[in-house]
């Protein structure tokens, strides 16, 4: 059974920075695809950031280019999520992900993705 397990998350300023990090088990594929999602209350989870474990290929949404990088440490099983400059509208509930599958794309509906972890918030304040 695959676990995603999500840490990281805060309270900061704008402007400031967070590390999230997701420490997977089970999770062995060598080419699928993971990432990271948000939500806000009374809005669908949309996605942030994936990445593609064998060729590292990533994917962003538009308004965290320049200012999100995701990564990986596949030897230690390990996604990261590294946000500089965050903003208000960066608030929600964090989301890790990953699929069954090797397609890769940020607009990917969560229903593309198979196991989730809990959660991590992260607000921003003004």
């Known amino acids: 059974q695959v676990q995603l397990v999500e840490s990281g998350g805060g309270s900061v300023q704008t402007g400031g920075s967070l590390r999230l990090s997701c420490v997977a088990s089970?999770?062995?594929?060598?080419?699928?695809?993971w990432g990271w999602f948000r939500q806000t209350p009374g809005k669908d989870r949309e996605g942030v950031a994936v990445?593609?474990?064998?060729?590292?290929?990533?994917d962003y949404r538009d308004p965290v280019k320049g200012r999100f990088t995701i990564s990986q440490d596949i030897a230690e099983n390990t996604l990261y999520l590294q946000m500089n400059s965050l903003k208000p509208e960066d608030t929600a509930m964090y989301y890790c992900?990953?699929?069954?599958?090797?397609?890769?794309?940020?607009?990917?509906?969560?229903?593309?993705?198979?196991?989730w972890g809990q959660g991590t918030q992260v607000t921003v304040s003004s």
């Open positions: 089970q999770y062995d594929s060598n080419d699928y695809c």
């Open positions: 990445i593609k474990r064998g060729s590292g290929y990533t």
């Open positions: 992900a990953a699929a069954s599958h090797s397609f890769c794309s940020v607009r990917s509906s969560r229903y593309a993705y198979d196991y």
